[in-house]
């Protein structure tokens, strides 16, 4: 079994800055790639940020310049840092990883349940 938890959401003003952070548990092998999505209100789950298992990765137009994901690969823990943040990042963000369990069995996906983001002054 894994789970993937969230945290670091919260309330901050145009402009500021939070790093969110998510940290795998459970029985893993090892984890390749990894991502961050989010949800706005009444809109659909939209890709945020990649890494690959290379430290490799690709971002949104939307948050290019503004956010960075990283990892800690000995602690099975994502991280993205979001600098700049504007209204529209307002969302519930979810982390997504593909981790497998054993050496011998294929990559399965898991998500986190998600956390919180506000962008308002």
């Known amino acids: 079994q894994v789970e993937l938890a969230e945290s670091g959401g919260g309330l901050v003003q145009p402009g500021g800055s939070l790093r969110l952070s998510c940290a795998a548990s459970?029985?893993?092998?090892?984890?390749?790639?990894m991502h961050w999505y989010r949800q706005a209100p009444g809109k659909e789950r939209e890709l945020v940020a990649t890494?690959?298992?290379?430290?490799?990765?690709v971002y949104a137009d939307s948050v290019k310049g503004r956010f960075t994901i990283s990892k800690d690969n000995a602690r099975n823990t994502l991280y993205l840092q979001m600098n700049s943040l504007k209204p529209e990042d307002t969302a519930v963000y979810y982390c997504?990883?593909?981790?497998?369990?054993?050496?011998?069995?294929?990559?399965?996906?898991?998500w986190g349940k998600g956390t919180l983001v506000t962008v308002s002054s």
């Open positions: 890494i690959s298992s290379g430290g490799s990765t």
């Open positions: 997504r990883a593909v981790v497998l369990t054993t050496p011998i069995t294929g990559g399965k996906y898991y």
């Open positions: 459970g029985t893993i092998f090892s984890i390749t790639v």
